[in-house]
């Protein structure tokens, strides 16, 4: 009896160990902290405890910041946003090097914006769509934050709600929503106060952009 008990109790760990290998799910997000080791992460609408270093459907928990959680998922990393709609983890077949992620997939969030976490030179931030912003838009005390030498761009004078102000004009190394990064983006650097870094067309003209619904999709396009 004891070794009947033993063989199932076996049975069902690998049956665990072997779902925990399956492919990613279609949509995750980033739903609460477990203390410091440990985050909820919903995936394909199920959530699911995810201690760091482990993966659970080919989703691995990398690192947790504040209200902001790293996965890798395919041996991509991804920036999730606590409490932001969950993604679809999207990979376009066209454009890019072959085998890279080369699809954004969003969910329109609260006010009808689309609103994305990722990272700018490696440095953890969050993004607001803005086709309307002709640069992706930072402010300068986010910029301070990511370390960006902005000081050393070119100066220019900017059009804010109070007025004209001084501006910088540089190059980012590597702009990344989600899983799909894009190098050499121009950016400008205000010193308006923000609460996102506005995804301007110097990134968004990188992509054809589809909408339907309450879904974006940005397909990269070189």
Known sequence: ????????????????????????????????SLGTQAALLVMDGEARSVHMGQSVHG?????????????????????????????????????????????????????????????INGHATQFLVDTGATSVSIGQAEA????????DGRHVVAQTANGSAPAYVLTLDSVRVNEVEVRNVEAIVVPSAMSHILLGNSFLNRFQMRRDNEILTLDLRY
């Not at 009947?4 to 076996?10: E, G, K, Q, T, W």
């Not at 301070?144 to 000081?151: D, F, K, Q």
């Open 1 to 32: 009896m004891q070794y009947r008990a033993f063989v199932l109790v076996l049975a069902c760990f690998t049956t665990a160990a072997l779902a925990q290998d399956e492919g990613p799910p279609g949509t995750l997000g980033f739903n609460g």
């Open 59 to 119: 989703v691995k928990l990398v690192s947790m910041e504040g209200d902001l959680a790293t996965v890798e998922v395919a041996g991509q990393r991804r920036v999730l946003r606590l409490g932001a709609s969950p993604g679809r983890i999207g990979r376009g077949s066209t454009g890019g090097n072959a085998g890279q992620p080369q699809q954004i997939v969003l969910s329109v969030g609260p006010g009808g914006h689309f609103t994305a976490a990722g990272t």
């Open 144 to 151: 301070e934050r990511l370390g960006l030498s902005y000081r």
